[in-house]
């Protein structure tokens, strides 16, 4: 029997720290499989898929920039995904060789605010990608206030606050930060390889959060500046290995050690 094995799929996918995480989990519990990333183009992800569904070794993958919209077409839904958050991050092969996709961004994205509350707050989202969607998702759930989003197309940020139920504005990036008590960056900008994110955050309170999920560098531009103000930060790994232990679980049968979360994040980091 083939040794059983999950991945990460993206383009680009170099940068994932995800195939860290989960052989950091697989060993301290001493599951006999593998977890790799993969590099997957768009013009080859139904190749990819239609591939993957006969490997009986195969346990899922997870899926970041460019994929988790295109992936609603190629994948059962059997959660109803592309009503509710519109895109997927998580494949899974089941032991009946089913493969179906859901979505684990965003409870990973709202696990660190769970304490914090928003119902009625004004809040930024920059992005209006597959990130954002669980983003919004989570916010509308939370009973946020006005949600602005910055994003190159305005009309695509506008789509999104009215799939969500969310009042607002849509802007583009260059526009004016408003006053809010949550920023959270769901775009590939600052990541390394991509352009930088550009934005003044004078206009924010001094009891703000900015929220960058990017992970590569960790400590972006944009938290640099959150952390020269003063501001409570959130970086990119507290969601990363949130939505990934649910993946974990998925993947191979075993909720994820979580009580190792300090090892790992040094590992990470180091």
């Not at 991050?89 to 304490?115: C, K, M, Q, S, W």
Request: proline share 7%.
């Amino acid at each position: 029997m083939n040794r059983p094995y999950a991945e990460v799929i993206g383009d680009p996918i170099a940068h994932s720290k995800s195939p860290l995480i989960h052989e950091f989990w697989l060993e301290k519990l001493g599951i006999e499989a593998d977890y790799r990333a993969t590099h997957v183009m768009a013009d080859d992800l139904a190749r990819f898929i239609a591939e993957r569904r006969g490997d009986d070794a195969w346990r899922g993958c997870n899926v970041t920039i460019p994929h988790k919209i295109a992936m609603l077409d190629l994948v059962d839904d059997p959660g109803a995904v592309r009503e509710s958050i519109g895109a997927m991050n998580t494949i899974v092969r089941d032991a009946e060789g089913r493969v179906f996709g859901t979505n684990t961004d965003a409870a990973g994205f709202y696990a660190p605010l769970a304490e914090v509350d928003l119902a009625g707050a004004p809040v930024v989202v920059i992005g209006a990608g597959g990130a954002a969607r669980a983003v919004l998702f989570a916010l509308a759930r939370a009973g946020v206030g006005a949600v602005t989003i910055l994003n190159r197309s305005p009309l695509k940020g506008a789509a999104l606050l009215a799939r969500f139920g969310l009042k607002g504005d849509a802007l583009p990036l260059s526009a004016a930060l408003p006053p809010a008590q949550l920023v959270v960056n769901t775009s590939a900008l600052g990541m390394k390889g991509q352009p930088p994110l550009e934005i003044d955050l004078t206009p924010l309170p001094e009891d703000a959060i900015v929220y960058d999920i990017v992970y590569a560098p960790l400590e972006t531009d944009l938290l640099r500046q959150a952390e020269a103000r003063g501001l409570e930060t959130i970086d990119g790994l507290e969601m990363l290995i949130g939505q990934a232990a649910m993946a974990f679980e998925l993947f191979f049968g075993r909720p994820a050690p979580r009580v190792h979360d300090a090892e790992l994040r040094e590992r990470l980091t180091g």
